[in-house]
């Protein structure tokens, strides 16, 4: 079966019954930078550095290697920080920090970015990372195709000062800009790459890429001239499963060492009382949400919306999906958001008022398809709104996809769908609903101008009040039902450390992943 054992080399000879594990957050070690500049991060030594190799247990499979042109996060979830780097990337706790830049400043007006890079990079095949990749990088976001390159259209283009110098330029403040860049949209590349980013991938970062066998496994190895200090382990194996069951019983038996955003939820319990594995649940950036196709009849009306909103019983939705892990939301982002704030309350359950919001809107005897991904929380969630919606007379046939291939085409891509549900691990996937092209076909220009103005703010408190109100417009047009946030649940064999307890919605960090010896 997928991520079954190949390569079980380090981990079961080191693992010893009852050892006590602590797991380390994932960071490069820089404090976070203050408004406009960054400081380099210190360099975190070569402690605990061995020649094992760890297997990781997946749920969600790339379809490809290159997240520039296709969708779905779990491409640069394996990838980035790992094989790709950035300018900056996000610390543990939401800050930008430094990577392949060491410090930047920002002009007054908001639109000058200027970045030292770090001197003496090198890609995976040996050539110099300098300013002039930089360019090559960022002005070619207008040719990417998925993963919202929208986010960095503020970016004008980008002057080369000197080798070790570039400058960023917006053709209009974007107070959201580097945030964006520690993610994929910042990833560098090597111009002579970047024809073969589908099946091979040459980045920076500390590990290589070495193969992807489709939808079983991705294997990475230790790149040994990296600018920084040398990942913790000599291999790492990405392996796919295609059942949370199948992924717990490949920790028990020895096929994988840890889990990462274990979705078993039901096997937790027992994991966490066995001294032979450690668990851990954090936090994560992820928002699971059924979305409402607002350009298809019924649902073009925000009576129907929100009726199915509050026909829905979301803590029923969390029971079983996560049998209760996770944290219900009421709208679009999530905790650790800075304008976060707390709607669940606001299409509590509530049948009767759904009933009579779906009389009102002339809508009774609805019937919806919902399309579903091959997941297991989907699935689960499914069940629960066909039932829920069953019961104020809304009948919906759940459709099955595959994902990420079915769903990305035919629900994502084409829009071909009434209802649809997933788990959108990027972060600040809220600004999402600023765009009318987007799969759910939302389309507000209130919500629009809302979001253009946080965008365009001077200071975190302007940024902050705008996108609270544009939050708040967004739930009151309901054009999903937004279920949950997710835990980021890691169970680790013991003789395993080094993942990050929180997951911040762009590469799981594995270079600090290490095996005791």
Known sequence: MPGTSRRRRAVGAAATAGLALILAACSAGASPASPGTGSAPAPAGSAGVSDATVSVGLATVPASLDFTTTGGAAIFQAL???????????????????????????????????????????????????????????????????????????????????????????????????????????????????????????????????????????????????????????????????????????????????????????????????????????????????????????????????????????????????????????????????????????????????KALLARADATGLSLTFTVPNRPYAQAIAQVVQSDLAAVGITVTLVPQEFPAVWVDQTMTKKNFDLTVTNHVEPRNITNYANPDYYWSYDSAPARDLFAQAKAAVGDDAFTAAMKDAAALVVSDSPGAWLYNPPNVVVTRAAVSGFATNYMGVGIGLAQVAVAQ
Not at 86 to 108: E, N, R
Not at 258 to 263: C, D
């Open 80 to 354: 980035m920080g790992n094989v790709y780097e950035g300018l900056v990337q996000l610390g543990d706790d939401g800050s930008v920090q430094p990577l392949l830049a060491t410090s930047w400043t920002v002009s007054d007006d908001g639109l000058r970015y200027t970045f030292t890079l770090r001197d003496g990079v090198t890609f995976h095949d040996g050539a110099a990372f300098t300013a002039d990749d930089v360019k090559f990088s960022l002005e070619r976001l207008s040719q990417w195709t998925a993963n919202t390159p929208g986010n960095l259209a503020a970016i004008d283009h980008v002057e080369v000062d000197s080798p070790t110098q570039a400058t960023v330029v917006l053709s209009a403040p974007d107070a959201n800009a580097l945030f964006w860049l520690a993610g994929p949209l910042g990833a560098m590349f090597d111009p002579d790459s970047v024809a073969s980013l589908a099946t091979q991938a040459n980045g920076t970062g500390p590990f290589t890429f070495v193969s992807y066998e489709q939808s079983v496994t991705m294997v990475l190895t230790r790149n040994d001239d990296y600018w920084g200090a040398p990942a913790k382990v000599k291999e790492v194996d990405l392996d796919y499963f295609a059942d949370a069951a199948s992924a717990a019983n490949a920790l028990r038996t020895g096929g994988v060492d840890a889990l990462f955003q274990a979705e078993a939820y039901d096997q937790i319990p027992s994991f966490d009382a066995d001294p032979a594995f450690t668990v851990t649940t954090g936090t994560t950036q992820g928002v699971v949400v059924m979305s409402m196709n607002s350009a298809h009849g019924a649902l073009g009306d925000t009576r129907v919306r929100q009726a199915i909103a509050t026909a829905i019983d979301k803590t029923a939705v969390l029971a079983a999906a996560t049998a209760g892990y996770g944290t219900v939301l009421g709208g679009p982002s999530v905790p650790t958001d800075p304008y976060y704030v707390d709607t669940s309350g606001t299409y509590a359950y509530d049948p009767d008022a759904a």
